[in-house]
Every structure is written in C-alpha cells, then in structure tokens.
C-alpha cells in the first residue's frame, strides 16, 4: 500500500511550486516564494493581522513580552512557509538560510509581501472616513428611502411581488 501522506505532500509541494513566483528582495537577492492562503492560516490559529485590522478599523494595544514572542515565532513560520528556494530553516543545509542570515530589509519585505501588507495599507485608505459619508464615514448625513417588511411574506415573496414581501417606501413618506 502507497503511503498517502508523503503523496499528498509530494502533490501540495508540486502545487505551491507552480504558483510560487520570483521576488527581487531589497538586497538584490531572488527568491521564488507563495503566499499562505486562508487554510495555512487557520492552521497558524491566526490571521493575517494588518489586514484584519484595516478591514475591521480595530487596533490592538501593547503587547505584553510573551505576545512578543510569539508573534516572532509566528513571523519566522510565514518566512519559512512562504520561501520555497532557497528554503529558510533553523538548521540549514547548504542550499537553505538560516533566519538570522536574511537582512533585515529583507526579511521585512517577505513578511510584508506574504502577509498582503500593501493590500492591508490601501484596505486602510478606503476604509478612511471620507466627508461623503462613505465606508467608515458612518453616514450620519445622509438620507435614504427605507425599505421595510409589508403583508404576510407568503408565495410570491419579493420586491414587486405584489402582497407579501417588501415594498418601498418613498423618501417623502419618511
């Protein structure tokens, strides 16, 4: 009998390679890396955090030391998840990186690209408050028609369905 396992991770391999691409890092240096998806994620019991925090508007408060920790364990997983070549490890061969090897800069970038920081940072600007009430403006000046529940919801349930569903109500009844 085959061993399933090592074919189903022989096959995922197969799969993050074909969609990995090429990244030029801020030293210069090219790698060939994939970004975690929502499944790795929960598997991390985490979310990417910057862009759950823009598309929420919630911000967290100080870390305590072993919040620290762990999200520095946590940073060193998505590097050595995201990197497929050269492989990042703590115990390198010859043809993988050690973390404490990567600069920086570089590191930064790798983190902030498997993460989707740039796509959190432009979440951000759309969700800013706008004087046009728009998304995260709250909308407080505007005026809009409601649209509320009318008869019984039997058959013929919907808008202009006649009796039953829902009808709309125009702005000068409000």
Wanted: charged share 20%.
């Amino acid at each position: 009998m085959q061993n399933r396992a090592k074919l189903w991770r022989e096959k995922a391999r197969q799969q993050a390679i074909a969609g990995a691409v090429f990244l030029t890092l801020p030293s210069g240096a090219e790698i060939l890396a994939r970004r975690p998806g929502p499944s790795w994620f929960a598997a991390q019991q985490r979310l990417p955090v910057g862009l759950a925090a823009a598309a929420t508007g919630v911000q967290g408060g100080d870390p305590s030391d072993e919040q620290i920790a762990d999200m520095i364990g946590f940073l060193r997983r998505v590097m050595e998840y995201s990197v497929l070549d050269p492989a990042i490890s703590l115990t390198p061969g010859p043809d993988e990186m050690h973390p404490s090897e990567i600069p920086d800069e570089d590191s930064a970038y790798i983190i902030r690209w498997a993460m989707r920081g740039v796509e959190a940072a432009e979440l951000a600007e759309f969700r800013a408050v706008e004087p046009d009430g728009g998304v995260g403006g709250g909308g407080a000046h505007l005026r809009a028609a409601p649209v509320d529940a009318a008869g019984d919801c039997g058959s013929g349930v919907g808008v202009g369905a006649g009796s039953g569903g829902l009808r709309y109500v125009p702005t000068d009844e409000v």
